[in-house]
């Protein structure tokens, strides 16, 4: 079992070894159980973010060592609202970040467990998103049998895709949402302008 020094525990835990792999990212886990079974699995680029949440200070910090953290926190609810959470704060220090999925198995320690290694660099290389993500997530509250309900979902999509404030990124993005929730692509791009403008009230918050 490695032995972790003290100077990154309040902020950091595991990151004076995971700050030294040239793997090219930093995996964020929830709590120090996963970084040690990450670190014994050969996962030495695992960190975990401490406390009740992961601050603005830590993403930072991240920042010094790496420009893209996989976070890779519990698949249940409060996992999965922790990493609605950091998603926003890595993109405010400006940090790029995957979501790394773990179903059906609760958190990294249990998956490695139960699939091992190979199944484990597997869903790496196939981290979702965070755009996609967010998305993912928030579909399941609308009814997508509902007309009125999908035109909500697809004002939400809109939105977020006003959070791009490069006209290239944002175009990437629309088409690719639009092929992937079968939207009609002119529809979208004029519904997000018109959010843009302020003319189109957005009612899915």
């Known amino acids: 079992m490695p032995k972790f020094r003290e100077k990154y525990l309040p902020v950091t835990f595991g990151l004076n070894y995971a700050k030294t792999t040239r793997e090219g990212y930093i995996m964020l886990c929830e709590g120090y159980m996963d970084v040690i079974a990450m670190h014994q699995a050969g996962f030495g680029m695992a960190v975990a973010s401490l406390g009740t949440a992961f601050t603005l200070k830590q993403a930072q910090l991240l920042k010094k060592y790496t420009d893209t953290v996989v976070i890779a926190y519990d698949s249940d609810d409060a996992g999965i609202n922790a990493t609605l959470r950091c998603i926003r704060t890595l993109k405010e220090a400006g940090v790029k970040c995957k979501v790394l999925d773990l179903h059906p198995y609760k958190d990294p320690d249990e998956f490695i467990k139960n699939t091992g290694v190979g199944a484990l660099q597997t869903r790496i290389r196939e981290a979702q998103n965070p755009f996609f993500f967010e998305i993912e997530i928030k579909e399941k509250v609308f009814e997508m049998s509902d007309p009125a309900s999908k035109t909500e979902f697809h004002r939400f999509i809109a939105k977020k895709l006003c959070e791009f404030t490069e006209p290239?990124?944002?175009?990437?993005?629309?088409?690719?949402?639009?092929?992937?929730?079968?939207?009609?692509?002119?529809?979208?791009?004029?519904?997000?302008?018109?959010?843009?403008?302020?003319?189109t009230e957005n009612k899915s918050e």
């Not at 092929?179 to 003319?199: A, F, P, Q, W």
């Open 168 to 199: 290239l990124e944002r175009g990437n993005y629309l088409e690719a949402a639009a092929k992937k929730y079968s939207i009609d692509e002119m529809g979208l791009r004029e519904l997000v302008m018109h959010i843009n403008d302020g003319t």
